[in-house]
């Protein structure tokens, strides 16, 4: 069993700062991509930032400059830092991680978080 958990969402001031952190746990055998999606209401499901195992990085053009992706291997951690939020910035972000689980080790598998609202807002 593979659980994901999130943590660090809330409320912020225009400008402010927030700090997401997701854990990997369970029977995990290895994980490749580790990143951050978000929704807005009325609105898809995007990609904020993405890292590879190896370190790369992505991010949508609209945090470039102001979040920044981390990951911690040895504890099966992803870290989003937020910084200069702003209102657009309002949604649900939800933590995903590609990994092989002990339990199909023949193949890879998408898992989700439960999801963290970030609410950005004077």
């Known amino acids: 069993q593979v659980q994901l958990v999130e943590s660090g969402g809330g409320l912020v001031q225009p400008g402010g700062s927030l700090r997401l952190s997701c854990a990997a746990s369970g029977n995990i055998l290895s994980i490749s991509n580790m990143g951050w999606y978000r929704q807005a209401p009325g609105k898809q499901r995007e990609l904020v930032a993405g890292m590879g195992s190896g370190g790369s990085t992505n991010y949508a053009d609209s945090v470039k400059g102001r979040f920044t992706i981390s990951r911690d291997n040895a504890k099966n951690t992803v870290v989003l830092q937020m910084n200069s939020l702003n209102p657009e910035d309002t949604a649900v972000y939800y933590c995903?991680?590609?990994?092989?689980?002990?339990?199909?080790?023949?193949?890879?598998?998408?898992?989700w978080g439960q999801g963290t609202q970030v609410t950005v807002s004077s």
């Open positions: 995903n991680v590609r990994l092989v689980a002990g339990t199909d080790p023949f193949r890879s598998s998408t898992y």
